[in-house]
């Protein structure tokens, strides 16, 4: 159980276009689902929190108009890159809490989606 | 917000000895600790985990300790072996959060 996928894999786009990603929890319920960021040989940085039926809250420095986030269903989230530049070329990994054990701090990643942006 | 330091970044071991890796958190309320195992291109892979009420948690020959007084908490591996090599990530995480990432440590195990 606690299955996340993500779809697409991997994406090569030319500058300035857009780029949707999908984030789905195949198996369970997730009102909150979070959106990292990860570039080469560097860590996971998180992007923002993805909330069903509400806007998202974005970190620090994340431009919430460059990177849309729509949470649509309790098992749905999007992440819309728009106007991608060649400094938006990263591996984009999105994560929900599940219940393992009855807990909710476990989280379960998606399998990632490489962005190459020309 | 949460900080989360790791150290060291790299760390080289020859098959059988053991690894440490450690990490510091910042916020007092975080309850969560896992440690994930990376592969290049893949999704983190969780190997172990403590919350904050346990100070020791082992599975077989990984075991991770939490000083909550100190703030931080360590991943032990013991009888390294090569296919242990990979980028390891601690992360710390308030209830209900996202979780708050360390800088990873590449251990390389070479036989």
């Known amino acids: 159980g606690a299955v996340v996928s993500q779809h697409p894999s991997w994406v090569i786009c030319k500058s300035g276009t857009s780029v949707k990603i999908e984030c789905r929890s195949l198996?369970?319920?997730?009102?909150?689902m979070f959106w990292y960021r990860q570039f080469p040989k560097q860590s996971l940085m998180l992007m923002a929190t993805?909330?069903?039926?509400?806007?998202?809250?974005?970190e620090q420095g994340v431009e919430k108009d460059k990177f849309l986030i729509n949470h649509a269903s309790l098992t749905l989230s999007t992440l819309t890159v728009t106007s991608a530049h060649p400094e938006d070329s990263s591996f984009y990994i999105c994560?929900?809490?599940?219940?393992?054990?009855?807990?909710?701090?476990?989280?379960?990643f998606g399998p990632g989606t490489r962005l190459t942006v020309l | 917000g949460e900080n989360v330091e790791q150290h060291p970044s790299t760390l080289s071991v020859q098959e059988g000895d053991s690894a440490v890796i450690k990490c510091t958190y910042s916020?007092?309320?975080?309850?969560?600790f896992p440690w994930y195992k990376q592969e290049l291109g893949k999704r983190p892979q969780l190997i172990i985990d403590?919350?904050?009420?346990?100070g020791e948690k082992k599975d077989q020959r990984i075991a991770v300790t939490l000083n909550k007084t100190a703030k931080h908490f360590s991943l032990h591996i013991t009888e390294t072996q090569p296919e242990d090599s990979a980028v390891y990530f601690c992360?710390?995480?308030?209830?209900?959060?996202?979780?708050?990432f360390g800088k990873g440590t590449t251990l390389s195990v070479s036989s």
């Open positions: 993805s909330n069903e039926g509400s806007k998202a809250t974005y």
């Open positions: 994560s929900a809490p599940g219940l393992a054990g009855g807990r909710s701090d476990t989280q379960y």
């Open positions: 916020d007092s309320a975080s309850n969560y």
């Open positions: 992360a710390a995480s308030r209830p209900g959060t996202a979780l708050i």
């Open positions: 403590i919350r904050s009420n346990v």
């Open positions: 198996d369970f319920q997730a009102t909150t």
